[in-house]
């Protein structure tokens, strides 16, 4: 499916980053994993490799402007295009409002819609050169239904929302498509960690009565970003169980 595209997957040092960037390697693209975690992208980046694909780590700070140009420079000069952004990475660092200090809310917002802005214009040039590429952005249910103690979470997922509709009119013409997915309650170590009653809520929130796996959420951005949604542009798919709908 991606045999001979570079994909730049940031965030992917572990989680759902992590998954999409092996989900990628397995359908044939060359990955460029960029994270702030030295040793867990040493650990993707060994996973990815058994799987016959080239990889290559980038240590990098989204939310550091310059930094990211060079580095997206630097990732266009080796591998000669960038053919997939996912824009993957992201904080959390929740608290009632009357309680969230100034810094948490600068730096969720930061990170999440920042970094995202940040990646974007980065790869954008060399996209348009290219006059191809694909943007999938990570968002997130609560950008769109909102959560108590996640103003600062919700403000930045709702801002990636209104932002890949924007860009996606703005890089049409360039043959470049943006889309996002907004996943719901996804499998991982905070989710296996709840207690019996808070699991059992969370499900009951869900209609399929299950939570989602990062596998399943890396299934939805390999095919938006694959030739198969070729016709696809400024789209948020909904990756929750049907949560919301």
């Not at 920042?114 to 348009?128: D, Y």
């Not at 590429?133 to 103003?151: K, L, R, T």
């Not at 709702?158 to 509709?165: D, E, L, N, R, S």
């Not at 907004?182 to 499900?203: C, H, N, Q, W, Y």
Request: aromatic share 4%.
């Amino acid at each position: 499916m991606f045999e001979g595209k570079n994909a730049v997957i940031t965030g992917a040092a572990r989680g759902i980053g992590q998954a999409i960037a092996l989900d990628l390697a397995t359908k044939g693209a060359n990955i460029i994993i960029c994270d702030l975690q030295k040793e867990w992208l040493e650990e993707t980046a060994a996973a990815v490799k058994k799987t016959g694909r080239k990889v290559s780590c980038k240590e990098l700070d989204v939310t550091n402007h310059d930094t990211t140009q060079s580095v997206f420079q630097e990732i266009a000069s080796e591998c000669g295009t960038i053919d997939i952004l996912v824009n993957n990475a992201g904080i959390t660092r929740d608290g009632l409002l009357m309680r969230m200090s100034e810094a948490d809310w600068d730096a969720v917002l930061a990170v999440n819609l920042k970094g995202t802005f940040n990646c974007t214009k980065a790869v954008s040039r060399t996209m348009m050169k290219q006059r191809s590429g694909a943007i999938v952005n990570i968002a997130s249910i609560i950008g769109i239904a909102g959560n108590v103690g996640q103003a600062n979470y919700s403000a930045s997922k709702a801002g990636v929302i209104a932002f890949t509709k924007s860009i996606a009119k703005e890089l049409a013409s360039r043959n470049i498509r943006v889309n996002a997915v907004a996943p719901g309650f996804i499998t991982s170590k905070m989710t296996d960690a709840l207690s019996d009653d808070v699991r059992e809520s969370m499900l009951n929130a869900i209609p399929l009565k299950q939570f989602g796996t990062q596998e399943q959420v890396a299934g939805v951005v390999s095919f938006l970003a694959s030739d198969q949604a070729g016709y696809i542009t400024g789209e948020v798919i909904n990756i929750s169980g049907g949560m919301v709908m």
